[in-house]
């Protein structure tokens, strides 16, 4: 049997949304129609909220993303001496192909 996929939480996100924009406004819209000062705190708060939930919402989706990747794809352990060695050695002959290919073809840098 396959283990469950790892998805970001949406609920996190809609919370976040719900709270930083669509209950503000829908507040600010209400006091507006009902004491009868109607564009002023609407303006107000879309002024205030919609960048506020941007921020918010966001950070939030991607606190989740970095979540889901760090599940998925763990880092790897710090590289040994020996594979810092191989490493090196192997950019050095990759390198030299390189040139050697650069000087046949009469390509320069």
């Given amino acids: 049997m396959m283990p469950a996929p ?3 939480d949406v609920r996190r996100a809609i919370k976040a949304l719900l709270l930083t924009l669509v209950l503000p406004l ?3 819209v209400l006091i507006d129609l009902t004491t009868g000062l109607l564009p002023v705190l609407t303006i107000v708060g879309v002024v205030v909220c919609i960048p506020l939930a941007t921020i918010v919402v966001n950070r939030t989706v991607l606190a989740e993303f970095d979540r889901v990747v760090k599940i998925v794809a ?3 352990p710090p590289a040994s001496a020996d594979d810092q060695a191989v490493d090196c050695a192997v950019h050095e002959a990759l390198s030299a192909e390189a040139e050697r290919g650069n000087r046949l ?3 320069t840098r």
Avoid: D, F, K, S
């Fill in 74 to 76: 763990p880092e790897l």
């Fill in 6 to 8: 790892v998805r970001i």
């Fill in 26 to 28: 829908t507040a600010a």
């Fill in 105 to 107: 073809t009469g390509a």
